[in-house]
Every structure is written in C-alpha cells, then in structure tokens.
C-alpha cells in the first residue's frame, strides 16, 4: 500500500535538527517524498519517534 505524506502543512524546519517540525521529515525527503520507492517512504514514517525526540531535546 501506498504510504500517504506525513505533510500537516506546518513547514517550520528545526535549525539544530534540519527536521520539519510538522511532518520530522528532512527538506530533501519532503521535496523527494513522490519520487522515492514506497520502501523509502515507510522507514521514514517508521522513524517518527525517534525523530522526534531528536527535535524535543
């Protein structure tokens, strides 16, 4: 199944991170996001926790 955007169009990018305080997602994944394989986009979505705890700090 397709993974569907994190987007909840909030784009604001943490300085110390890189990371969209919205979706965690880096500016390359966000412009990326439709081209990549739906593998790709999983370990993304995946990596959510831990991403953000990585903004919170």
Same mark, same amino acid.
Do not use: Y
């Given at each position: 199944?397709?993974?569907?955007?994190?987007?909840?169009?909030?784009?604001?990018?943490?300085?110390?991170?890189? /990371?969209?305080?919205?979706?965690? +997602?880096?500016?390359?994944?966000? @412009?990326?996001?439709?081209?990549?394989?739906?593998?790709?986009?999983?370990?993304? /979505?995946?990596?959510?926790?831990? +991403?953000?705890?990585?903004?919170? @700090?």
């Amino acid at each position: 199944m397709a993974a569907k955007s994190p987007c909840i169009d909030v784009c604001a990018f943490d300085g110390k991170t890189g /990371l969209c305080v919205g979706c965690l +997602r880096t500016r390359e994944e966000v @412009r990326d996001w439709k081209k990549m394989t739906d593998h790709r986009r999983h370990q993304i /979505l995946n990596d959510r926790s831990r +991403r953000q705890a990585k903004v919170a @700090r």
